[in-house]
């Protein structure tokens, strides 16, 4: 498949950072004793400290691989050493901050129950301190990606569940760096947008392949619960959920070719993903097995391989 889009542009205040410098560890790396930086960096891309959104950073180091200096990691240690952000210092003395090339990531973990959870992350990035904001406050957080959609799903208003509004959701796969596939949905608000989307007759066996531009929300949605007494008045209480929405904004007028090259690539894709997982589920039984000092069948890495790659077949994809 051609080289996916996956880029995310975010600016704004620090909120609260964990960044810190550390060393590798690891005696056997050629890096060890290196200084690296890692952590989250949140930061409140709206002027009311709503809209907050955090980027990870796994592993910048002082020099690039080409020996140069790294201005990202420059950029990250000024915070670390002198940046102030909203929760202690306030918002006007808030650092200002600027992060190009964040990309759209998975952070994937079994819980307890074996249940896998795909969470959305905000993952690397150049950072920049600034002076200024953009004025308007959607073009502080703007996201563009490749993505193969493979359903449309219409989320009718339900004020029990605490949405507000119908929407459309748009789900499908995008790719990282590596062109790793990554299942993620996106919602579509704007109707003529719905409209669109449920105009392509995308299905698992039709999948559309696109591109589409839009921003991050995050909102707090307010759960009414009516309980009736015996006698009296009825107890209302009230449950809050911070929500976070890849929302559409723009997809491309013309969607890319999809043919029988591209399924076997992201046929391709989807097994090296099962693979990768299979690898997670290992890695996370083992831990928990280590962890209550019991031991615990596993299968081999070179055995996962093989399992997975024949579960997933040609023509059809499940996100």
């Known amino acids: 498949m051609r080289k996916a889009i996956n880029t995310q542009h975010i600016e704004g205040r620090i909120y609260q950072h964990n960044l810190a410098i550390k060393t590798v560890q690891n005696q056997k790396s050629e890096n060890f004793g290196k200084e690296f930086i890692s952590g989250n ?48 210092s306030g918002k006007d003395e808030a650092t200002k901050v600027s992060v ?30 600034v002076s200024d904001l953009k004025d308007n406050e959607s073009d502080r957080n703007t996201f563009i990606a490749d993505i193969v959609i493979t359903n449309v799903i ?39 947008g719905i409209s669109y989307f449920e105009s392509l007759g995308v299905s698992p066996n039709n999948p559309v392949y696109t591109k589409i531009w839009g921003n991050v929300v995050c909102s707090t949605i307010v759960i009414p619960r009516t309980e009736e007494t015996a006698f009296g008045e009825a107890i209302v209480t ?9 929302v559409i904004t723009q997809a491309a007028r ?28 290992k890695r996370s039984d083992e831990y928990r097995a280590n962890k209550a000092a019991a031991p615990q069948a596993s299968i081999a890495k070179s055995d996962v391989s093989s399992f997975v790659t024949n ?9």
């Open 41 to 88: 960096l949140e930061i409140a891309t709206d002027e009311n400290g709503l809209n907050v959104l955090p980027v990870h950073f796994t592993y910048v180091t002082e020099t690039t691989k080409k020996g140069g200096r790294n201005n990202t990691f420059t950029a990250l240690k000024k915070i670390i050493d002198e940046g102030k952000s909203w929760v202690t």
């Open 100 to 129: 190009d090339g964040v990309a759209m990531a998975l952070n994937d973990f079994y819980t307890q129950d074996n249940t896998l959870v795909s969470a959305k992350t905000n993952e690397g990035g150049f950072v920049s301190l």
């Open 154 to 192: 219409n989320i009718e208003a339900d004020e029990e569940r605490g949405i507000k509004d119908g929407y459309l959701s748009v789900k499908g796969a995008i790719f990282n760096f590596r062109n790793d596939v990554l299942p993620f949905d996106f919602v579509v608000k704007n109707p003529a």
């Open 238 to 246: 009230n449950s809050t959920r911070t929500t976070k929405e890849w």
């Open 254 to 281: 013309t969607p890319y070719e999809f043919g029988e090259e591209e399924r076997k690539d992201l046929t391709t894709a989807m097994q090296n993903r099962e693979v990768y997982l299979a690898d997670v589920k």
């Open 311 to 319: 579960s997933v077949t040609n023509g059809t994809f499940n996100f």
